[in-house]
């Protein structure tokens, strides 16, 4: 999956004292692009030593090197752009720990975006010295980045998986079943919920198979395998899925890449090593 970055490695750590060095990394985002350069298909991040003059935020390392995040207006080098690189992934050249630190730098910038005024009081934040987080000046609110929790379910029934294809999105792969959290929820509620809303399916057996963190979309992943709890029929919600097939143990359409859990879920069903009751 994308976190399965080894031998690199990631220091979530926040190091305001970090100071900006040549070779380090900047990222910057316009919704889901990155400021990036795209020479014949191979994504290359910028490096300090190319953004004259940008406010940068330290973000995180990987095998010591930082990645800043610029914040403003500052002009774009000549050469770059902001590029749709996450759906584009497949067709691109660039390293499993690159992906990695864009989904994640993604997660953060958006956070230092949306809560750039106090949610109490409407004051500018500002930076805490003593740790990652968002301070209100005027009220003393403290903000810590977002975690959203949700769900991936691989319904079972007998040696079928039921992949689907979302409504609302132009991805040409099959997906499973997914969904957030709700206020109140427990995570295996959650799961038999999102089933019945989406396929109209009563389920059994809940087990849990792994989490990741999916920063593109601030979320925070928790995968669960379940069978069948009688009738199989499938009963779209056609708001959420286009499409909800039973396909057979080693005939699974997979994902053209290794990123996602819901690919690995996948992948691991089609080769029978899915966790049992």
Known sequence: MIQDIAPHR???????????????????FKGQNVLCRLEENELRLLHVREIQGADLVYLFSIDGRAFFLMTGEDTVPEGSGFHEVWRRRGELTVSQEIMFAIATGKHLAHWYRVNRHCGCCGALTEHAEDERALVCPQCGNRIYPRLMPAVIVGVTHGDQLLVTKYSDRPLPFYALIAGFVEIGETLEECVAREVMEEVGLHIKNIRYYKSQPWGIV?????????DVDGDPTVHLDKSELR?????KRGEVPLQPDHFSLTGEMMRMFNEGKEPSV
């Open 243 to 247: 499409e909800g097939i039973w396909a």
């Open 218 to 226: 601030d979320d925070l992943l928790a995968g669960f395998y379940c």
């Open 10 to 28: 990631l220091d979530n750590q926040y190091h305001p004292e970090r100071l900006p060095q040549p070779d380090d990394y900047v990222m910057a």
